[in-house]
């Protein structure tokens, strides 16, 4: 009986399977061919992205801030329009949550944000504009300074300053006295101050810094002046032991006023006690808000016989939490 030899077929590798199948794949009239991206949406997409009813829907469309045509007897939105109308206003928020104006609010700003950058009430900058110290443009009825007319008026003024340069500032003002301060120094008069300046004598003496538009004399300069000469000397007022250790030349220049006028030490603080004039000079706020957070107790009062003082540690605690909360909001 012959023997039957089966031959046995070759099976082929998986890599080989997965080709024929993309291959057949391809080639087929049924093929599953890739989405293509829209490019119209109709207006009840549109207002649901925006969270419009009806009647607002087509009256954002006829205001004609963005491409729509009638296909097939509806009217389209084109989205690419749409979307480079919506990074340029900021009156509509998507419902999505998606930022809207980024284009606009990368070449402008708003009243606002420019108050915000100098530190002052959004009045003041609408005068500023009312005297056409900065070009304006209107968005969405609202008015909005191009960045560009921002900073080229920033530099032709010293007065207002950002954040960053008001810091700036306040290192040189801690570096620096004004003229009355001078004279307080000295204990005489702002006339005879501005004698000094002008005397070639002693006019050599001094350097100066302007500050917000205000000229101010260097420390180290008025130093200077007290040991290049003799006939001028610090005023014996100023020379009590905690004034002279005071470390705030701001609270200290306070301190020699407020001596000047009462002749009387104790009307003033000292190294660990703040009056309550002091606290609302350093705190830039009313007398009667000092009373108010005291009475809160955001920090410690003590009396020393018939006076009221503050605990200085803890005041200035308190504010630089204050403004650090302030700067993260």
């Known amino acids: 009986m012959a023997t039957a030899i089966m031959k046995q077929k070759e ?3 998986m890599d080989d399977v997965e080709e024929i199948i993309s291959k057949i ?3 087929s009239p049924y093929r599953r061919r890739p989405t293509q991206k829209r490019t119209w949406m109709t207006v009840p997409e549109m207002g649901k992205l925006l969270g419009l009813k009806k009647t607002d829907r087509y009256w954002l469309v006829h205001k004609n801030v963005f491409e729509s045509k009638e296909i097939a007897g509806k009217i389209r939105i084109n989205i690419a329009s749409f979307e480079k109308w919506y990074a ?4 509509y928020h998507k419902v999505t949550g998606e930022e809207p104006g980024k284009e606009l609010k990368s070449w402008s700003y708003s009243v606002k944000e420019v108050a915000d950058l100098l530190g002052v009430d959004d009045y003041l900058v609408y005068d500023l504009l009312k005297k056409n110290q900065m070009e304006t443009v209107i968005v969405d009825y609202w008015k909005r300074i ?3 007319s921002f900073q080229n008026w920033y530099k032709s003024q010293s007065r207002y300053r950002i954040k960053e340069d008001r810091e700036k500032d306040a290192l040189l003002e801690e570096a620096t006295i004004t003229m009355p301060e001078m004279a307080q120094l ?3 008069t702002r006339s005879a101050v501005y004698t000094i300046l002008d005397n070639p004598k002693y006019s050599h003496f001094f350097e100066f ?8 004399i260097t420390k180290e300069s008025f130093q200077k002046f007290l040991e290049g000469q003799d006939r001028y000397k610090l005023d014996p007022s100023n020379d009590y032991e905690e004034l002279a ?3 705030n030349i701001a609270l200290a220049n306070f301190r020699r006023k407020k001596l000047s006028q009462t002749g009387i030490r104790g009307s003033n603080g000292n190294i660990k006690y703040l009056t309550f004039d002091e606290a609302s000079y350093l705190a830039k706020v009313s007398r009667s808000m000092i009373n108010k957070w005291a009475d809160k107790g955001k920090f410690t009062v003590i009396k020393v016989g018939s006076r009221v003082r503050i605990r200085r540690d803890e005041f200035e605690d308190w504010m ?5 909360e302030r700067s993260m909001q």
Not at 88 to 91: C, E, G, P, R, V
Not at 209 to 216: D, F, G, L, S, T
């Open 11 to 13: 099976v082929p590798e």
């Open 25 to 27: 794949s391809e080639e």
């Open 88 to 91: 340029n206003q900021i009156k």
């Open 146 to 148: 191009p960045k560009e």
């Open 186 to 188: 000295l204990g005489t």
């Open 209 to 216: 810094i302007v500050i917000a538009e205000k000229k101010r």
């Open 245 to 247: 250790q005071e470390q």
């Open 320 to 324: 630089e939490q204050r403004d650090l």
